[in-house]
């Protein structure tokens, strides 16, 4: 943490998924805020995570999500899009930051904010696990809706991510729009 700074803490959600958007958090908390559950997203359940949402959009003195498309991915790439998604929401942020904290070991700086990235920073700092909270409960919103369109693929339970089930369901319904085509699965490269 910089002392005196107005720091906001940024994480992605979705970077390793086959379908759906990738998003990205920033969140600017208040020095000493208390948010007793608050962890990284992984290590939470979903009820955990929503509930924990409410709390961080409620007391954050700024917060914003934003995302990059199947299309964006499949054009830049997965890392250039996580960077991107981060840019889109720390510039909606309603308060300047003066410092960024990353989840990560990657990021391209952005209007001259100093940053630090920090692997497994959302299980070190308060506002990178806020961040990861939001990015990953607004992504989960948004796959439950796709999972309406296409009942199918079973994105209700496994949000896009390469498991048994989704995998099987590419295999037997095929790709769709919002699958990220050039991500390939293992045994498709053997081919």
């Known amino acids: ?37 608050l962890d990284d997203s992984k290590k939470l ?72 990235t920090v692997i497994k920073g959302d299980g070190i700092y308060k506002s990178i696990a806020a961040a990861s909270i939001l990015a990953k409960t607004h992504r989960d919103d948004f796959m439950k809706k796709l999972a309406v369109v296409h009942p199918e693929f079973g994105f209700e339970q496994h949000k896009g991510y390469g498991t048994v089930q989704h995998i099987a369901a590419i295999d037997e319904f095929g790709y769709q729009d919002c699958h990220r085509k050039t991500f390939v699965l293992k045994r498709d490269k053997i081919k």
């Not at 308060?95 to 904290?101: D, F, Q, S």
């Open 45 to 116: 359940n979903e009820a955990t995570r929503d509930k924990l949402r409410k709390q961080i959009e409620s007391k954050a003195l700024a917060w914003a999500v934003a995302s990059c498309t199947e299309r964006e991915i499949e054009k830049y790439n997965i890392l250039h899009c996580s960077i991107l998604a981060m840019h889109r929401a720390i510039e909606m942020l309603s308060l300047h930051p003066e410092h960024l904290l990353i989840d990560g070991n990657r990021f391209k700086p952005l209007n001259f904010i100093p940053h630090t």
């Open 1 to 37: 943490m910089h002392k005196g700074l107005i720091e906001a803490g940024c994480d992605e959600a979705g970077r390793g998924c086959l379908a759906g958007p990738v998003y990205a958090a920033a969140v600017i908390l208040p020095v000493g805020v208390r948010l007793p559950l």
